[in-house]
């Protein structure tokens, strides 16, 4: 198609013209292109929506329903909603274009008045008490929440009962992990909103309105005499709010690309705001006319009071260029891809952060994906590089039946790391990192050893959605694995589960790999529309209790001595929340479940896969 077409030589033009730090900067233009062209929401429409929403039938809205809604809600409808399969060959530029052209200009309703608290103080006193403030409660990012913090014991979790329900107003899927400092929560949504709540009622002290979905969780820091809180949405931009009222301090785009996203917190240590960059390029590979791919996954390390870059460490080691064309003539461009989905794990003793990588997008393939990757923590320097899996180039073009155009010869399984590396010390006093692959192997890298392989072991099966997907969980004696192992039939129309395959969770020995037990998945009841047993969710322990998501809507919490399952609840139905949005329960997956000060709080709801859909978080505690 023309327009396709042209756009992508504007595309082209853009990311050659896009600087890449440490790099001689000389422009390559290709043949024709201007300057990026503002798109029109009407061809866009045309393009990608009018064959279903013109001629609506069934489930589908006609096009006067959608002018109906704000821009706003439609462009979250692709960005994180009901059409987000839909939107993934889109481009930034053509989502903001069609949700402008079709919908009307007028801002979402806010929080209903009631959901705000009478006392609207944020009050958060000491950091190093009482919090799980980022990925992990602690910097090793092992997810294990000592009992100083978790207050709550394996002998409470069997009485864990429903506190209070939040409903995340017109979102399908609840993903933002929350982050608790004593009785104050700090959460976002897939709707981009953030929320300042309180823990023991879940009222709400202010909210503030991102620009994209957020999935990462907040880091709050102690800046001036009160706390910076840091974040970064599906869309590429980065964010410090004041905590005590959520103004914004600075807001910024670390990475250029447009298909940049944020998809884990930041690590902050001394000043400086180590972000992973990630991207969605992978899915704009499924437009043949794309040019695939010019992504480059990074550590972007930001000054905390200002958010000016300190240092940027690419993932990749020289710029894309132009390599070849498709068989539909289409531009390639490579090395690409590499991005970074986890929050790096630092290391204080050598003075390093570890990096956990994706896959290449196109060739050429690098020697840093889907690797554990070592950065000096003052000058985010490389020194050195593992490698789980090598030539992993991957696009999501090679899902469809017939491989797209986009697709490299040869490609890989996507095989890469989504999770954060853990530093564990086994009994016997040695430093292992672990990390959970998609390929659905655990591994132990030494870290004395420039991340030399002590052992490995497989968990599961692997796939696109994982193996291990979201993470890990370590006491220090075993690590819990669970896997997603997902089966996904795909047609015209459709996204099925298959819902008697996928999920498990293994305890390893962290001394030696070996298994400890193994717990298997429930499978779905037939009548379940969309359930999995998969367990992409990560995984959280306390002292001998891991707790547990699924697809199927459970969360569960298993003996760490043996696997057997102390506490089940599940949690797809409808709910009464004490915001007053209609709530409910679906798939659990992303960043799993939270524990803190007697509370365990989880995210149920999520379709990136075809899961059940739901908006919701849920509060448990302890009761009789
Ligand atoms: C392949 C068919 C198809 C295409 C193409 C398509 N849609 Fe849809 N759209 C649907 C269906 C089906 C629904 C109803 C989804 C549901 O109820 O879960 C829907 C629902 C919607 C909704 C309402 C969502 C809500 O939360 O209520 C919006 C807005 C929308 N589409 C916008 C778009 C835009 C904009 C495009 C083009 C970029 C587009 N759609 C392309 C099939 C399509």
Redesign the pocket.
Known sequence: MQINTLKGIVALAAVLLTPHAGVAQTPVVAPGASARQAVSGEA??QE??A???EQAS????PRT??QN?TSV??LR??DF???MT??YP?RRDE?EA??RF?GKPDPEPGPRPEAFCRDRTVKLGDLSKSTWNGWSPGPDNSRFVPAALAKLTAAQVPTLKLKWAFGFQ?D?SAFGQPTVIGNQIFVGSASGMVHALRADTGCLQWVYQANGPIRAAIVAEPLGNSHALLFGDLTGWFYALDAATGKELWKKRPEEHEAVRISAPPLVYNGLVMIPIASWEETRAINPDYPCCTFQGSITALRLRDGTQAWKTYMVPTRAEVTGKTRVGTPTLGPSGVGVWATPTIDLKRRRIYVTTGNNYSRPNTGTSDAVIALDLDTGRILWTRQAMTEDVYNSSCIQATKGPSCPEGNGPDFDFGSPAILVRTSSGRELLLAGQKAGIVWAFDPDKEGAVVWQTRVGQGGINGGVQWGMASDGEQVYATVSDTVITRT??ATMLDGTRGGGLTALRIADGAKAWYAAPAPCLATIANCSPAQPAAVTAIAGVVFAGSLDGHLRAYSAKDGTVLWDVDTVREYDTVNGVKAKGGAIDGPGAIVANGMVLVNSGYTRTGGIPGNVLLAFAPGN
């Open positions: 866009v429409y990608r929506c064959q279903c929403h069934g489930r589908v809205p329903a959608i809604m809600r439609i409808t692709l909603g009901a059409m839909v939107a889109m989502r069609v949700a079709l017109g399908i015209a129309s």
